[in-house]
């Protein structure tokens, strides 16, 4: 699955956060949007991801058109996963409920996952019980989960220390049938992206491949 | 059900605050219909002894200010159908240091309705009190009614609280004291169907009018006045519950705007999680019913037994009230959570996930 993004603007009040971007999202690929923080990261990430509506601009997912999808939330549960700066797990939920919270019926892969991920042992705790690292595995599992074509991440490793947030984009790259587009301005962990979209106060200054 | 628990018990405080609002409301709601279901139910029950017919001064608001001729009494006797006629008069005077009690005089034959506990039915100058004055005046041998002084012949017990916290006396004593010969006449009938004895006793006398215990109990003004007072204290009750519920709940959905922003970009539709509040709301609403239902009876109970009140207070919570209060209650949660739910629901997740964060 391809998307693309035309001509995207966006406003919070009278504010100008997103001015014109057009760009496409290869699949298959990690691609991180860099950029220092107020460039209008995180805005383009939850828009791209369905979690906001432009206020102007198309968002095609292959050839469908992100606005005339009647059923946006039943669309983003099976073709896209978020995963938060903060975790932000459920904390009245174990780990294991967290990552079902948006489980499709026929997910069977729960188990698997968790294991993958490495957090077998803790997926009957709560999120408060465990480190910032196993939360967001957490995070990642259920985003996973429905094995969606794109993974969205905002600063997934801002609260993480080098070891760990090195550890989760080796996670990403054990996904191979799943794009992941990591809004980051944490430069140590640029160099696993396969694409660069770098932007500057709500423009895409540039987009560069750094493997083929 | 088990994530609306958890979610309830992680937010204690609030659920807390909830809850208390709620048991306020539902209690306010209970206590003022059992209490006027109570005095309505008393009166009625009170009309209804011996009274498939009741007869009063014709186009007169209030029982109290009825005055007909007891010599009719013998003309309605008369009437084919009629088994017994029973007159009352119905007044309220000082008794003692009770401001205000209820005194019944009545004809002999309607004695045997007061179930004596001790003495006898009472001769002239005589009264037997019921059960609970007795014991709030201290067990008197002599009272003074109207400054006529009346030795106590006996005590009788009732369950309708009027009476328990009344006097009866014969109806020629009470006639001494009220300036009237009778109050109403109570018509016991016996075949039930009565539209042509009421005609019959209607033709008798222009200044008296007939009509059915039930008719009079569904039409009479007091009845309405008390029941419209009830209604509109307890939809205003409603209103505070629903506010109550809908200004907490806006704080509840305000905290935990994050969590709803995750459970919609983890793809959970909006209903999903106007029905995850609504469900919570309608828990706490179950208990603050079960809740409120005990402290009602509680405090109907203290009422019953405050000596001021003379028994006159006397609640009544019937299965049908109980059970109309506990959808009144889920009415409430779901009427005062949906407008936060809905607004939750309906704003961009990622909108929910930051206002939520910073």
Redesign the interface.
């Known amino acids: 699955m391809t998307l693309r993004a035309n001509n995207i603007e966006h406003f919070y009040g009278s504010e100008h956060i997103l001015h014109n971007i057009s760009l496409e999202i290869m699949p298959k690929k990690i691609t991180a949007i860099i950029g220092e923080s107020g460039s209008g990261k995180?805005t383009l990430l939850?828009i791209l991801?369905s979690?906001?509506?432009p206020t102007r601009g198309t968002i095609y997912y292959d050839d469908i058109l992100l606005s005339n999808i009647k059923?946006i939330?039943?669309?983003?549960?099976?073709n896209?996963?978020?995963v938060?700066q903060?975790h932000?797990l459920?904390?009245?939920?174990t780990l294991k409920e967290n990552i079902a919270?948006?489980a499709l019926k026929e997910s069977d892969n729960i188990e698997e996952l968790i294991k993958t991920l490495g957090i077998s042992n803790l997926a009957n705790r709560y999120g408060n019980e465990v480190s910032g690292g196993e939360r967001q595995r957490a995070a990642i599992a259920?985003a996973l989960v429905?094995s969606p074509s794109f993974v969205f991440a905002d600063e997934p490793t801002g609260n993480l220390d080098t070891k760990n947030a090195i550890g989760v984009f080796e996670l990403f790259r054990n996904f191979k049938d799943t794009s992941f587009i990591v809004a980051t301005h944490d430069k140590k962990i640029i160099d696993y992206a396969d694409i660069i979209i770098e932007m500057e106060d709500g423009y895409v200054k540039n987009i560069s491949s750094q493997r083929t | 059900m088990i994530t609306p628990l958890k979610a309830l018990r992680k937010n204690k405080f609030k659920t807390a605050l909830i809850f208390f609002s709620m048991v306020v409301a539902i209690s306010a709601i209970f206590l003022i219909s059992a209490i006027s279901n109570g005095i309505v139910g008393m009166y009625s029950t009170m009309l209804k002894t011996d009274g498939d017919i009741i007869v009063t001064q014709r186009g007169i608001a209030d029982t109290f200010f009825s005055d007909i001729n007891y010599t009719i009494k013998k003309r309605i006797e008369k009437i084919s159908n009629v088994k017994e006629v029973n007159a009352l008069i119905l007044g309220a005077a000082p008794v003692d240091n009770l401001p205000i009690v209820g005194i019944y005089g009545v004809s002999e034959n309607r004695f045997d309705s007061y179930k004596l506990i001790s003495g006898i039915y009472p001769k002239s100058n005589e009264v037997i009190m019921g059960q609970k004055i007795y014991k709030m005046l201290n067990s008197p041998k002599k009272i003074v009614i109207s400054k006529k002084e009346f030795n106590v012949s006996g005590v009788f017990k009732s369950k309708i609280g009027f009476e328990d916290g009344g006097v009866v006396m014969r109806l020629d004593d009470g006639s001494k004291i009220f300036h009237k010969s009778t109050s109403i006449f109570l018509v016991s009938l016996k075949d039930i169907e009565s539209k042509n004895t009421i005609t019959d006793i209607n033709h008798l006398n222009s200044d008296i009018e007939a009509k059915t215990t039930d008719n009079f109990i569904d039409n009479y003004n007091q009845f309405k006045i008390i029941k419209t007072s009830s209604d509109v204290i307890s939809a205003l009750a409603f209103l505070m519950g629903v506010l109550g519920i809908v200004s907490m709940m806006s704080m509840v959905v305000n905290d935990r705007k994050v969590e709803f922003g995750i459970m919609r970009s983890v793809g959970l539709p909006s209903k999903t999680i106007i029905i995850k509040l609504v469900a919570e709301t309608i828990i706490i609403a179950i208990f603050a019913y079960i809740f409120a239902l005990a402290l009602s009876y509680i405090v109907l109970e203290i009422i019953q037994n405050t000596q001021k009140f003379q028994g006159y207070i006397n609640g009544e919570i019937t299965f049908s009230l109980g059970a109309l209060i506990f959808f009144t209650s889920v009415l409430m949660a779901i009427v005062g959570t949906l407008l936060p739910a809905i607004w939750a629901s309906r704003v961009d997740p990622m909108s929910l996930i930051l206002r939520g964060a910073y």
């Open positions: 995180t939850a991801s979690l906001l509506k059923n939330d039943l669309f983003r549960k099976k896209i996963g978020f938060f903060f932000y459920i904390d009245y939920l919270l948006g259920r429905n």
